[in-house]
């Protein structure tokens, strides 16, 4: 009888004496069944306890609505293809290549590969965001007013753009670029310079022509991919470690997935608990379910595994007729579509959008009769980034858990585990295209030779259950298991902080909640430990060389933010790798490579080469520059103040409103190669980073903690805009209270949403 109760009446059963909440705010909500309580607690986290599935996604949406209509209705334009509507004519390229991405298959299909009730999820959760929409109408939020426009009413197909899951799974870029270093170098040098992991040789398909195939193609790709601009790779770890590590004896799971640090932020957390579900974590907010968190029985989390989802197929056309291209030795006729775009400021742009048997054609060279056309998984059904969510939020041990990945195909993850009963796993999640005689890292032509031959079953991607080391870890690193006898691809990120991660969780037992907060933080910087010892052999001619390269070797390699040695280390890096890669490298490979020049190269190149000038030579240039910056004192060289995140709002168009809604500069530690990923781009600035991390303690699911930057809510005025900010750029977390009775005593405001 118990079991049969709602997840409601469980929760307040559950709970030991009165409850001492806020006065409740009576929330009238179009197309409830039943009351729904929503208690936010002092983090801004909503807590929402409904009786019906139903119920509990509309208070979902209306919710994030709350926290973040305007962020959520750009991202809808940017994945319909609407931006030029509100921005005008710089959008229509972004809008075009859009619209070709938009899934077009059986419709049933789709919903129910994410899970058997996904519509019915979806069209709740929309209902809740549409009566958002309603109420705030004739007084939007400001960013509205700002732009002139108006939020308009959701359907649920806007949670099945696909332009959110193709900026994760861009291999076709990468296609290019080799394309291009091939054409210059050749497929044997090529390969040198950039090579495979796991070393293929480089084969140029039969019957390509190279010369062509340069950055025109990608164009509207990159445009779409970009940010959205209103002011005219990334990488994640996670590790899960079982009981006999953990001083608790159950296992602990962290996870902090690495995106663009942004203003409004990119996640959103919240609790759902109602029949069936009780999970809590952080997704995006324009999307229903929890992407990583817990539920009551397991934890998960993920970081990008990097399987090769694209490919640039090189299309034929006929010179007599356009429409038509060379497959299977026929011409055959491309599929036309025919939409109007409407455009701010002027008339309605017409688009013509075509298609071949490979899929949308995003470039065409009439000179060279060609097409362009993008095989992606996002044709395919079930590949709405994230949404598998909606299964995974219900497993309820590894069994149920490996099934539902089956339903996760967009991105690809790392997708790590644990459970109540002391179990931890891994799977390399995602829609895996099957290739036989090719590898992918060229574009192929579009004669029929080079063709998917179906999908890996989860069954057969790489996974574990329960290792003997007693812990699984990823971080973008090419985690292919010896002898593992499948492609999923060929580019990964550096193992650096890998290698990290996996030197302390080697290193002893009885791991706490506090000791993954440190290694979540942690700036030591192994390619530091391998480049300044090289110093021993140079030989300084002058008393600041000398100084410099004393006070490096005597450097514990921690990339602190207040370590002049590490703002030295970091200057002096960006001037060594490309010195030496100049000395080594013929520049037809370098002008290809561009920024794809690896330190890992460089580094064994200098241990090649005892005493190499290159190191003195920039390590004089990189003093140069820093006394330029921060003045001739290298006592007061800090690295965080060279490295700063700071969160730029796209509507900080003047003065005025940058005042009132950017927020920054913080300083920071650490760089692109520590477990504490802070990318320096231009200038040193961090641009992506951990906005979201989380530990999940199952001894305990209340000793689980989160931290998120800068705040829950996109709204300037409102508290929960930037309150998290100084949390996180401390390193410090908050709680991520889940028991009735932890929320209770954490809970700020009170909501009863009624029907």
């Given at each position: 009888?118990?079991?049969?109760?709602?997840?409601?009446?469980?929760?307040?059963?559950?709970?030991?004496?009165?409850?001492?909440?806020?006065?409740?705010?009576?929330?009238?909500?179009?197309?409830?069944?039943?009351?729904?309580?929503?208690?936010?607690?002092?983090?801004?986290?909503?807590?929402?306890?409904?009786?019906?599935?139903?119920?509990?996604?509309?208070?979902?949406?209306?919710?994030?609505?709350?926290?973040?209509?305007?962020?959520?209705?750009?991202?809808?334009?940017?994945?319909?293809?609407?931006?030029?509507?509100?921005?005008?004519?710089?959008?229509?390229?972004?809008?075009?290549?859009?619209?070709?991405?938009?899934?077009?298959?059986?419709?049933?299909?789709?919903?129910?590969?994410?899970?058997?009730?996904?519509?019915?999820?979806?069209?709740?959760?929309?209902?809740?965001?549409?009566?958002?929409?309603?109420?705030?109408?004739?007084?939007?939020?400001?960013?509205?007013?700002?732009?002139?426009?108006?939020?308009?009413?959701?359907?649920?197909?806007?949670?099945?753009?696909?332009?959110?899951?193709?900026?994760?799974?861009?291999?076709?870029?990468?296609?290019?670029?080799?394309?291009?270093?091939?054409?210059?170098?050749?497929?044997?040098?090529?390969?040198?310079?950039?090579?495979?992991?796991?070393?293929?040789?480089?084969?140029?398909?039969?019957?390509?022509?190279?010369?062509?195939?340069?950055?025109?193609?990608?164009?509207?790709?990159?445009?779409?991919?970009?940010?959205?601009?209103?002011?005219?790779?990334?990488?994640?770890?996670?590790?899960?470690?079982?009981?006999?590590?953990?001083?608790?004896?159950?296992?602990?799971?962290?996870?902090?997935?690495?995106?663009?640090?942004?203003?409004?932020?990119?996640?959103?957390?919240?609790?759902?608990?109602?029949?069936?579900?009780?999970?809590?974590?952080?997704?995006?907010?324009?999307?229903?379910?929890?992407?990583?968190?817990?539920?009551?029985?397991?934890?998960?989390?993920?970081?990008?595994?990097?399987?090769?989802?694209?490919?640039?197929?090189?299309?034929?056309?006929?010179?007599?007729?356009?429409?038509?291209?060379?497959?299977?030795?026929?011409?055959?006729?491309?599929?036309?579509?025919?939409?109007?775009?409407?455009?701010?400021?002027?008339?309605?742009?017409?688009?013509?959008?075509?298609?071949?048997?490979?899929?949308?054609?995003?470039?065409?060279?009439?000179?060279?009769?060609?097409?362009?056309?993008?095989?992606?998984?996002?044709?395919?059904?079930?590949?709405?980034?994230?949404?598998?969510?909606?299964?995974?939020?219900?497993?309820?041990?590894?069994?149920?858990?490996?099934?539902?990945?089956?339903?996760?195909?967009?991105?690809?993850?790392?997708?790590?585990?644990?459970?109540?009963?002391?179990?931890?796993?891994?799977?390399?999640?995602?829609?895996?295209?099957?290739?036989?005689?090719?590898?992918?890292?060229?574009?192929?032509?579009?004669?029929?030779?080079?063709?998917?031959?179906?999908?890996?079953?989860?069954?057969?991607?790489?996974?574990?259950?329960n290792p003997a080391r007693g812990y699984v870890a990823t971080a973008n690193h090419n985690i292919l298991p010896a002898?593992?006898?499948?492609?999923?691809?060929?580019?990964?990120?550096?193992?650096?902080?890998?290698?990290?991660?996996?030197?302390?969780?080697?290193?002893?037992?009885?791991?706490?909640?506090?000791?993954?907060?440190?290694?979540?933080?942690?700036?030591?910087?192994?390619?530091?430990?391998?480049?300044?010892?090289?110093?021993?052999?140079?030989?300084?001619?002058?008393?600041?060389?000398?100084e410099a390269a004393g006070r490096l070797l005597a450097w514990d390699c921690t990339l602190g933010r207040d370590s002049?040695?590490?703002?030295?280390?970091?200057?002096?890096?960006?001037?060594?790798?490309?010195?030496?890669?100049?000395?080594?490298?013929?520049?037809?490979?370098?002008?290809?490579?561009?920024?794809?020049?690896?330190?890992?190269?460089?580094?064994?190149?200098?241990?090649?080469?005892?005493?190499?000038?290159?190191?003195?030579?920039?390590?004089?240039?990189?003093?140069?520059?820093?006394?330029?910056?921060?003045?001739?004192?290298?006592?007061?060289?800090?690295?965080?103040?060279?490295?700063?995140?700071?969160?730029?709002?796209?509507?900080?168009?003047?003065?005025?409103?940058?005042?009132?809604?950017?927020?920054?500069?913080?300083?920071?530690?650490?760089?692109?190669?520590?477990?504490?990923?802070?990318?320096?781009?231009?200038?040193?600035?961090?641009?992506?980073?951990?906005?979201?991390?989380?530990?999940?303690?199952?001894?305990?699911?209340?000793?689980?903690?989160?931290?998120?930057?800068?705040?829950?809510?996109?709204?300037?005025?409102?508290?929960?805009?930037?309150?998290?900010?100084?949390?996180?750029?401390?390193?410090?977390?908050?709680?991520?209270?889940?028991?009735?009775?932890?929320?209770?005593?954490?809970?700020?405001?009170?909501?009863?949403?009624?029907?």
């Open positions: 009888m118990r079991r049969a109760l709602p997840a409601l009446l469980l929760a307040l059963a559950s709970c030991a004496g009165p409850e001492r909440l806020p006065p409740a705010a009576d929330v009238p909500l179009r197309g409830l069944q039943r009351t729904v309580e929503v208690l936010r607690d002092r983090w801004g986290i909503p807590h929402v306890y409904a009786h019906t599935q139903r119920d509990l996604f509309t208070a979902q949406g209306y919710l994030a609505a709350t926290d973040r209509l305007w962020q959520m209705e750009m991202w809808r334009r940017a994945g319909e293809g609407r931006l030029a509507e509100v921005l005008g004519p710089s959008a229509i390229p972004r809008d075009r290549f859009a619209r070709l991405m938009k899934y077009r298959g059986d419709m049933e299909v789709e919903w129910t590969s994410y899970a058997p009730d996904a519509r019915e999820i979806i069209e709740a959760f929309v209902a809740g965001v549409n009566a958002r929409i309603d109420r705030v109408r004739h007084d939007p939020p400001v960013e509205f007013k700002l732009m002139g426009f108006a939020p308009e009413p959701w359907t649920p197909e806007v949670c099945l753009a696909r332009m959110a899951g193709y900026v994760m799974t861009r291999n076709a870029a990468n296609e290019v670029a080799r394309a291009q270093l091939v054409r210059a170098v050749g497929p044997e040098a090529a390969a040198r310079a950039w090579p495979p992991d796991p070393f293929v040789a480089l084969e140029v398909p039969r019957g390509l022509d190279l010369e062509g195939i340069d950055e025109r193609i990608l164009a509207d790709a990159r445009a779409a991919g970009a940010a959205i601009d209103l002011r005219k790779d990334e990488g994640s770890n996670n590790w899960t470690v079982s009981g006999a590590l953990t001083a608790t004896g159950k296992p602990i799971l962290a996870n902090d997935p690495h995106r663009t640090i942004a203003i409004p932020a990119l996640r959103w957390l919240c609790h759902l608990v109602g029949p069936g579900w009780n999970v809590i974590g952080a997704g995006e907010p324009a999307l229903p379910g929890v992407a990583a968190g817990h539920n009551d029985r397991i934890a998960f989390g993920f970081t990008i595994v990097g399987i090769d989802q694209q490919d640039l197929y090189v299309e034929e056309l006929n010179p007599a007729n356009p429409l038509e291209y060379r497959h299977g030795g026929a011409w055959t006729s491309m599929k036309v579509l025919r939409e109007e775009l409407r455009v701010k400021g002027r008339a309605p742009e017409p688009l013509e959008l075509r298609f071949t048997v490979h899929g949308p054609v995003i470039h065409e060279d009439r000179a060279r009769n060609r097409a362009y056309a993008l095989r992606w998984v996002g044709t395919e059904p079930g590949t709405a980034g994230y949404l598998g969510c909606l299964s995974l939020n219900r497993a309820r041990d590894w069994a149920s858990f490996v099934r539902a990945l089956e339903r996760w195909k967009v991105p690809s993850e790392n997708m790590v585990y644990a459970d109540l009963d002391g179990n931890i796993g891994w799977v390399a999640a995602g829609l895996t295209p099957v290739r036989k005689g090719w590898s992918g890292l060229l574009p192929v032509p579009g004669t029929g030779d080079y063709e998917w031959q179906g999908f890996l079953p989860v069954a057969e991607l790489p996974q574990e259950f002898g593992y006898p499948r492609a999923l691809g060929y580019e990964w990120a550096s193992d650096w902080r890998f290698r990290r991660i996996d030197e302390v969780l080697r290193s002893r037992r009885g791991f706490t909640v506090e000791d993954f907060q440190a290694l979540q933080h942690d700036e030591v910087s192994l390619p530091a430990r391998r480049l300044v010892p090289l110093l021993r052999a140079a030989r300084p001619e002058t008393h600041e060389l000398r002049s040695e590490a703002a030295i280390f970091e200057v002096w890096v960006r001037k060594l790798v490309p010195r030496v890669w100049a000395k080594r490298a013929a520049p037809e490979t370098l002008q290809a490579l561009g920024t794809r020049r690896s330190l890992e190269q460089a580094i064994r190149w200098l241990e090649e080469s005892a005493g190499d000038p290159a190191l003195l030579e920039a390590l004089g240039e990189a003093l140069a520059e820093l006394r330029q910056r921060l003045g001739p004192d290298p006592s007061k060289w800090p690295w965080g103040a060279l490295h700063r995140a700071q969160f730029l709002h796209p509507l900080g168009r003047n003065e005025e409103l940058r005042a009132k809604l950017d927020r920054g500069p913080v300083p920071r530690g650490g760089d692109g190669n520590t477990v504490n990923n802070t990318g320096p781009g231009p200038d040193f600035r961090q641009v992506s980073g951990a906005s979201y991390r989380h530990i999940m303690d199952l001894s305990d699911w209340d000793r689980s903690v989160a931290t998120s930057v800068p705040g829950q809510s996109g709204d300037p005025a409102s508290p929960h805009y930037d309150d998290l900010l100084p949390l996180w750029a401390e390193g410090r977390y908050f709680p991520l209270v889940y028991s009735r009775a932890a929320v209770v005593r954490e809970t700020r405001e009170r909501i009863l949403l009624r029907p």
